[in-house]
């Protein structure tokens, strides 16, 4: 059970500049911070990983041998014994252990699969190396399992730390170094993105910034540059963010970071670069400099390739699987209201290229020319139309929305090789036509049945910040990166948040 994070304000009334100098700033006893909850999530990882791995070594053993142990079997015992040390030491060997990739993002998940194909190729080296007559049955069973098993449980731990910090627990309290523009814009966006686990609780700004009354953005300001380390005992922070700003040159940042090594406090680095994964940045040393290099977004090749075939692979599994709720859902809508079961529309895809997206039909047959009488009560910021209770939304149609049941039929548009399972929303021609330039970047990839804006609050989110997702997925792009979305679009569903 995480414990809560304390909110109590024991700070002074936040003062507007100037502030008092560096020196008598010294006199705030230090601030050490406890991160409890840290370590006992690391504790529940290292559970769930040791009952993964018994669960696949005991599932791998009884689908090859049953439950009679023999002489010849009892080996394969003891080894679904060892399974779960092993797993654990590949997922340690592989960092999977490391705070620097839990709690957010891709890396993590990448972490885990990397560990069980590590563990494979042990597995299947010493196995050749001492001539081992390892039963084939079992390993493709027991690896494989608990790989996948051990993705799921990390997704669902993963979750449940989310929950928490919705709801206040398990956030970093965060002082944000800047300028004013700067740190509103990130405490904005950190508020919004509340799972990240950062709490901004005050600021520091430039000793020649513009006047204000001790606040910014509604954060109290702390001072100047040369205050952080007061700012951090003050608030009770645990992490400073550095945005970036030319008053901070490399040996201001060496010194910040010293004193903060001290106290044990975190020190991020924002940088400017907007939306560019990790992977696609390496910091390499010229003349003795380390220079930040950033490769390419990777839009085609094998890669791309591994996508299509994953796309229509699964698209038409799920057609298979699917197919008798589909007849009737489809039964469901002739029944309810008039007209056809497919609706058809003309969509934007790669490159511009247009083509017919189907979805299942919630509206009456007559709803294109119904929306310029209701254009006026248009909920959305951007160039796409939602309100909230649309008349021309049929009964069935309104239970289908809810639950992402209409989307479906555009499996059949991921088979054709028009959309993928993962990606930018399909707009509209209209749409496009308005786009900005710089907007058209979503359109290099297949548009899909779901993405990060989709899984992020889908019709709650403001425009500019649905486009900001999107172009964030075509940048970013990975396999593992759309098993997540994947994921995540089950729980996004179950909880029908910004659906209508």
């Known amino acids: 059970m995480p414990v809560q994070v304390r909110t109590v304000d024991t700070r002074p009334r936040p003062r507007p500049h100037p502030v008092r100098p560096a020196s008598r700033a010294s006199a705030v006893p230090r601030h050490r911070p406890t991160r409890g909850w840290e370590r006992r999530y690391l504790r529940i990882l290292v559970g769930c990983d040791l009952a993964v791995g018994l669960t696949a070594g005991a599932a791998a053993f009884g689908a090859r041998f049953g439950d009679e142990v023999t002489a010849y079997n ?3 015992l003891i080894l679904s014994a060892l399974l779960p040390l092993a797993y654990i030491a590949a997922l340690a060997a592989n960092r999977a252990y490391e705070k ?14 990397r560990s069980g194909v590590t563990l494979t190729a042990t597995l299947a080296v010493i196995a050749y190396g001492f001539e081992l007559p390892l039963a084939r049955g079992y390993v493709v069973v027991a690896l494989p399992l608990a790989t996948l098993a051990g993705v799921v449980a990390r997704f669902l731990v993963r979750r449940r730390l989310h929950r928490a910090r919705d709801r206040g627990y398990c956030l970093r309290r965060v002082i944000v170094v800047g300028h004013e ?4 814009g990130i405490s ?14 005050g600021a520091c700004l430039p000793p020649l910034g513009p006047a204000h009354d001790g606040q910014v953005g509604g954060l109290p300001v702390y001072g100047t540059f040369d205050d952080v380390h007061r700012a951090v005992a003050l608030a009770r922070a645990d992490t400073v963010i550095v945005l970036s700003c030319p008053e901070l040159d490399g040996l201001a940042l060496r010194r910040l970071a010293w004193r903060l090594e001290r106290d044990d406090i975190d020190l991020i680095m924002a940088s400017a670069l907007i939306d560019v994964a990790g992977d696609r940045t390496t910091i390499r040393p010229v003349d003795g ?11 085609s090749g094998a890669r791309r390739l591994v996508k299509a075939v994953f796309d229509r692979t699964g698209a038409a599994f799920l057609l298979a699987m699917l197919s008798p709720a589909l007849l009737v859902l489809s039964v469901a809508i002739r029944t309810d209201s008039p007209g056809p079961v497919l609706f058809r529309q003309v969509r934007v895809g790669r490159n511009g290229r247009p083509f017919v997206m189907f979805k299942f039909r919630t509206m009456c047959v007559d709803a294109e020319r119904r929306l310029t009488e209701l254009h006026r009560q248009n909920e959305h910021d951007g160039v796409l139309f939602k309100i909230r209770d649309d008349p021309r939304v049929t009964r069935v149609g309104r239970w289908l929305r809810r639950l992402s049941l209409d989307e479906l039929p555009q499996l059949l548009n991921v088979v054709r ?12 021609p209209v749409e496009v036509d308005a786009y900005p330039e710089d907007m058209r970047r979503r359109l290099v990839v297949r548009p899909g049945m779901t993405g990060l804006w989709q899984v992020s609050g889908r019709s709650d989110l ?4 649905a486009v900001r997702l999107d172009l964030r997925y075509v940048e970013n792009w990975s396999l593992s990166l759309d098993l997540v979305i994947l994921l995540r679009t089950l729980t996004a569903v179950a909880r029908a948040s910004g659906a209508y």
């Open 289 to 299: 400099l380390p220079m930040m290099h950033v490769e390419h977004p990777n839009l």
């Open 100 to 113: 620097r990739y839990l709690f957010v993002g891709t890396d993590e998940y990448q972490r885990v699969i």
């Open 188 to 201: 904005r966006q950190l508020r919004r993105e509340r799972y990240h686990g950062l709490e901004v609780v």
């Open 74 to 76: 009892r080996p394969y």
């Open 417 to 428: 090789g028009e959309m993928s399972l993962v990606g930018p929303r399909p707009p509209l």
């Open 462 to 465: 403001p425009w500019e910040e």
């Open 181 to 184: 523009l700067a740190v509103v």
